[in-house]
């Protein structure tokens, strides 16, 4: 019998990813998915959370980050590259705030318990908290754009 949380081998996937393929590789270097299954002995799409890990590794120890390639695979990509893609995922999460937001709204608090109405409680307030985060910036971002137009920063 194979115990369930058996070692697969002398190094964990994330790590022969970062090792073999990204240690060395350079901007705009382009991983495929050929590479990473052949890396891995198996089908990439059906775990790709090693790739995220090594992703991870690769931005806190060479300073670069991974960019998906459409039917491809992946690129490093350049320094000046990076807040382009942090905004991107901040507007992604922007709209998961919203709609997290409408899911707590939408929630008929007279069908919970005791327990679950305490949970939503708990949730509501941190995702109202962030949201208003975001609102704040988004006012913030308004009147520096004002204040730009008319000379003023």
Not at 65 to 85: D, F, I, K
Not at 96 to 113: C, F, G, N, P
Not at 127 to 151: K, M, P, Y
């Given at each position: 019998?194979?115990?369930?949380?058996a070692?697969?081998g002398?190094?964990?996937?994330?790590?022969?990813?970062?090792?073999?393929?990204?240690?060395?590789?350079?901007?705009n270097?382009?991983?495929?998915?050929?590479?990473?299954?052949?890396?891995?002995?198996?089908k990439?799409e059906?775990?790709r959370?090693?790739?995220?890990?090594a992703?991870q590794?690769?931005?806190s120890?060479r300073?670069?980050?991974?960019?998906?390639?459409?039917?491809?695979?992946?690129?490093?990509?350049?320094?000046?590259?990076?807040?382009?893609l942090?905004?991107a995922?901040?507007?992604?999460s922007?709209?998961?705030l919203?709609?997290?937001?409408?899911?707590?709204?939408?929630?008929?608090?007279?069908?919970?318990?005791?327990?679950?109405?305490m949970?939503?409680?708990?949730e509501q307030?941190a995702?109202?908290?962030?949201?208003?985060i975001v609102?704040?910036?988004?006012?913030?971002?308004?009147?520096?754009?004002?204040?730009r137009?008319n000379?003023?920063?």
């Amino acid at each position: 019998m194979t115990p369930l949380f058996a070692s697969k081998g002398d190094r964990p996937e994330w790590r022969m990813i970062f090792e073999d393929l990204l240690d060395g590789a350079d901007y705009n270097t382009v991983i495929t998915y050929a590479q990473l299954e052949e890396l891995l002995g198996r089908k990439f799409e059906t775990n790709r959370g090693p790739l995220y890990r090594a992703r991870q590794e690769l931005g806190s120890v060479r300073k670069r980050w991974l960019e998906a390639v459409p039917q491809v695979g992946y690129r490093v990509v350049e320094s000046n590259e990076h807040v382009r893609l942090s905004v991107a995922h901040r507007q992604k999460s922007k709209r998961q705030l919203s709609i997290a937001t409408r899911v707590l709204t939408a929630t008929d608090l007279e069908k919970l318990s005791g327990t679950d109405l305490m949970d939503w409680d708990t949730e509501q307030k941190a995702t109202f908290a962030l949201w208003a985060i975001v609102a704040h910036e988004n006012r913030i971002r308004q009147i520096e754009d004002v204040l730009r137009r008319n000379g003023l920063i």
